[in-house]
């Protein structure tokens, strides 16, 4: 039944295409698998949740060159005038902004500093008591600041004594959960965990701790100065482009700019990897396609000088399906084979990346998943050609060339 | 005999228009995509100063004390204390050198139709232009003298002085930064730079300063830096003075050195620097380092082609690779079909290596007609990456070495590949051919 020797035998015969067909399919094997990963890994990276109403927040600078007003009263009399519009939900002053890949971190500590203590990196932000509704995050466990708790001043040496921190910080500080409440050290300076939020990304969605922050109540303003805005869904884009003059109206010495919304930060800081993510699939699809275009013709190639073989054996007695079954058996020994080297090819590629560059382990199910993918792609490439021969009349084998 | 070997290739590529369309298009196709990777990387890694960046040398000093650890690879911090770049600034040696931090102000002038904006700003010591082979298009540097009394001077872009004063000479001009007023001193050409290699701070690719200040106004304006400052012990800096005398670090610092006894006498210096500062309690550990890197090196050492760039590379070749197999699939089928009329060309004469040459020729002019697609393929390619990412604005684009090595690469990648079904087409015994027909 199976012909798999005489098969065998045939292609010992014309030994370079298949082994051509065979390289083809294990360097496709190895770059489609672990492409796949990359790409993978890339789409859970864009993909992920921020703990932000991304589309209905926006930012800009306030740079101040004036000299005849106190910045701390302006930015006060500026949040008044931001929350008062219709379609402002919140707004506030927020020393750096989430996703944006620009701001400040610290180690936060169990222990005042110069002690050593457990201590953990974490980003935080100087915002007042709307910045939580003004990020629109999730407070689970605890309260918002109150509005004596907001320090605003121009004297460096006061200091705040309260802090709202993400879920993750918490945890890190205190793997038990009674982290509510305790006290965790800024440098020297001690802080109060009276809220915590579910979910807060930092500045920086590549850090080594990217969803570690903190939310200290202290405002001392200087001259370039970030303000943050939620507005109403869909009321975004009108509020932005006022903003500039609204702000300009309150106070006139002074540059407004940057004003962009919080998903075209992130987009912007993401961007290299969403065109590493579009490459990658622009790269593989071309890549299968051309595989299955050399499978395809290759098999044409054999066919056609095959032609009289094939219809002896018509004339033989063969049916049709014979012929077809022929050619897919040989494409799948040659596959076979092919896969089997693309399997370690991939594993040694995988290894490669991941001992020059900061790249995971590529777990086996993405090799045995492009392995499939590749044999049905060969087989659906060979199909065609195939039926072709199937077609090919005995009386051909009666004729000379 | 080279263009009888051509008109031949056009005539056999007319014959078999299908699979010869084909094998171009695999060509073009690999071509298209390696080129694409290969450019962005090739920008990417440029030498953006071929004559000087073997003599412009970073200064990295390990300032911490033992038992601190920094990210690097080497563990040292990629820029100065203050204090450090000041002393290093003061040094005898060597004679030209540079302290610079980044930093910003709000720029307007007297006038109601420029509106204040946001200008990016440089504060430097006055050897930065010649140092980075900058000219001028007015004016010039300021004077030591100017730098070291902090004068309120400034040297604008090409493309401010165009915003400010509509391209017209403005040496001797006032513009103001934030509340204080400046005189424009200098005005250099547009800077065209791919990587902004002399600070790689804050972004490799991203556009130079458009404000030249004095460094010394640091100090003596209070001036906070845009670019980062990194601590590696707790400190109370909570005064602009606590910062200066800090051991935090945020100054670039850059010294011209043009040949090794340079180097090795301020590498001597260094040391000797070193020790006299541990005196004063300064860097307390066992071991005294410090590392100067050439421009190339510092873009090395700071990543400056990102993982992503290296792998598209790698893949790509690999892709070609495939393209490559995909081609010797083809061609041994295209001439092996052709083996009655070889045998004809052998019976009347021609001998192998004219048989092997002329189908060399005619893989190569598949090669060149393969190259030239790729490229536009690989202009698609840029267009899209650019369109996807503008950061990547000036790096995606083909230079001429690109342009050239995309025909090349494809025909030699062709020639590889066609070398072997060549050589068996040349074997070919007449006899057989001539008995069948």
């Not at chain 1, 006060?76 to 020393?95: C, G, H, K, N, Q």
Request: glycine content about 6%; proline content about 4%; charged content about 20%.
């Amino acid at each position: 039944m199976l012909e798999i020797k005489p098969i065998f035998h045939a292609l010992c015969r014309s030994k370079v295409g298949a082994i051509l067909l065979l390289i083809q399919i294990a360097i496709t094997t190895a770059i489609v698998s672990n492409a796949a990963f990359i790409i993978q890994d890339r789409v859970a990276f864009l993909n992920q949740d921020t703990g932000y109403p991304e589309h209905d927040i926006f930012k800009f600078n306030v740079m101040t060159f004036g000299q005849d007003v106190d910045i701390n009263q302006q930015i006060e009399l500026d949040e008044t005038m931001l929350r008062s519009l219709p379609e402002v939900i919140d707004a506030a002053m927020s020393s750096s902004i989430p996703l944006s890949g620009g701001g400040s971190a610290s180690d936060f500590s169990l222990k005042p500093a110069p002690q050593e203590g457990l201590s953990v990196r974490t980003a935080y932000f100087f915002i007042d008591d709307h910045g939580i509704n003004t990020y629109g995050v999730n407070l689970v466990m605890g309260r918002n600041f109150s509005e004596d708790e907001v320090l605003v001043t121009n004297n460096v040496d006061k200091r705040p004594s309260v802090t709202i921190v993400s879920q993750t910080l918490l945890n890190e500080l205190f793997p038990k959960g009674n982290g509510l409440g305790q006290t965790i050290y800024f440098g020297e300076t001690p802080l109060k965990v009276i809220g915590v939020v579910e979910k807060m990304m930092s500045p920086w969605l590549k850090d080594s701790r990217p969803d570690n922050l903190a939310f200290i109540p202290y405002i001392n303003a200087k001259s370039l100065a970030q303000f943050v805005v939620r507005t109403k869904p869909d009321q975004r884009d009108a509020v932005m482009k006022e903003v500039e003059n609204l702000m300009l109206k309150n106070y006139s010495k002074r540059v407004i700019n940057n004003i962009k919304g919080l998903d075209e930060l992130k987009n912007q800081y993401v961007a290299a990897d969403k065109l590493m993510m579009r490459m990658l699939i622009v790269l593989i699809t071309i890549l299968v396609l051309v595989t299955a275009l050399g499978i395809f013709g290759l098999t044409l190639f054999n066919i056609s000088k095959r032609t009289k073989q094939i219809g002896t054996r018509r004339a033989l007695g063969a049916r049709k399906s014979a012929i077809i079954y022929y050619f897919l058996v040989e494409n799948a020994m040659i596959c076979g084979v092919g896969l089997i080297l693309g399997c370690i090819a991939a594993l040694l590629l995988g290894q490669l990346l991941m001992q020059h560059f900061s790249i995971a382990a590529l777990p086996p199910s993405y090799i045995a998943g492009t392995a499939i993918m590749v044999f049905v792609m060969s087989l659906l490439a060979v199909f065609g050609p195939a039926k072709r021969a199937a077609n090919i009349s005995p009386s051909i084998a009666t004729r000379t060339i | 005999m080279l263009l009888h070997y051509l008109d031949l290739s056009w005539r056999s590529f007319k014959r078999t228009p299908l699979v010869s369309m084909l094998m171009v298009l695999a060509i073009a196709i690999g071509i298209g995509v390696t080129m694409t990777s290969l450019s962005v990387y090739h920008m990417m890694s440029a030498d953006p100063i071929p004559e000087k960046s073997n003599q412009l040398y970073t200064v990295q000093l390990q300032i911490m004390d033992d038992g601190n650890t920094w990210w690097t690879k080497d563990n040292l911090p990629s820029q100065l204390t203050y204090q450090d770049a000041v002393n290093l600034q003061n040094a005898p040696i060597p004679e030209h050198k540079i302290a610079m931090m980044r930093s910003g102000f709000s720029v307007h002038i007297d006038s109601d139709i420029i509106k204040p904006f946001i200008g990016e700003a440089r504060l430097t010591t006055p050897d930065f232009f010649s140092l980075f082979n900058l000219s001028f298009i007015y004016g010039g540097s300021w004077s030591s003298q100017q730098e070291q009394t902090a004068a309120s001077v400034v040297v604008i872009s090409e493309k401010l002085n165009d915003k400010l004063f509509a391209g017209k000479n403005s040496v001797g001009k006032v513009i103001y930064l934030d509340d204080l007023s400046y005189e424009v001193v200098g005005v250099i050409a547009h800077w065209q730079l791919t990587t902004k290699y002399y600070d790689l701070n804050n972004g490799a690719f991203n556009e130079p300063e458009e404000l030249f200040l004095p460094f010394s106004l640091v100090k003596a304006n209070e001036v906070v830096t845009w670019g980062n400052t990194n601590g590696w012990k707790h400190e109370n800096t909570r005064t602009f003075a606590d910062k200066l005398q800090s051991e935090k670090v945020w100054i670039q610092f850059w010294a011209l050195l043009s040949d090794a006894k340079q180097k090795q006498a301020y590498a001597d210096y260094l040391l000797a620097y070193m020790q006299e500062q541990q005196k004063l309690g300064r860097f307390k550990r066992k071991v005294l380092e410090y590392k100067l890197r050439d421009v190339n090196q510092w873009m090395q050492y700071n990543n400056v082609v990102s993982e992503d760039n290296k792998i598209l590379v790698g893949l790509s070749f690999m892709f070609l690779a495939v393209c490559l197999a995909n081609i010797l699939g083809l061609l041994l089928a295209k001439f092996l079909r052709r083996a009655p009329e070889v045998g004809v060309r052998r019976a009347l004469g021609a001998s192998k290596r004219q048989v092997f040459l002329q189908h060399l020729v005619e893989v190569a002019m598949l090669g060149a007609l393969g190259g030239l697609l790729g490229i536009v393929i690989a202009q698609v390619g840029l267009l899209a990456v650019r369109q996807s990412y503008s950061y990547y604005e000036s790096l995606a684009t083909m230079d001429i070495t690109m342009l050239l090595s995309a025909p090349i690469i494809a025909i030699t990648t062709c020639i590889v590949a066609g070398l072997y079904p060549a050589w068996l087409v040349c074997k070919t015994n007449p006899a057989i051919y001539l008995k069948s027909q």
